[in-house]
């Protein structure tokens, strides 16, 4: 019955610290991609855009031949 009760009492704490854990990373994935929404830090974060064709731009036109 007492080992029970330990057993218990250390799942609750393993548990909690899971949750937490989870909602920290959960907080980081948000603030990560909310940075990357931003084209000064964008750059500074990921290398990406510049191994890409064209660059991103959010308001690019559509090139001429595409477009006929």
């Known amino acids: ?3 029970m009760k330990r057993h218990e009492l250390l799942n609750s704490r393993i548990d ?6 989870a909602i920290g990373l959960g907080i ?3 603030v990560s ?5 931003l084209p ?3 750059s ?3 290398t990406v855009d510049s191994l890409e ?3 991103y731009i959010r308001e690019q036109k559509m090139p001429q031949q595409f477009t006929e």
């Open 40 to 42: 000064g830090l964008r």
């Open 44 to 46: 500074l974060l990921t």
């Open 1 to 3: 019955m007492r080992q």
């Open 28 to 30: 980081a994935l948000l």
């Open 33 to 37: 991609q909310s940075l990357l929404q």
């Open 16 to 21: 909690r610290l899971l949750i937490r854990i």
């Open 53 to 55: 064709g064209v660059p």
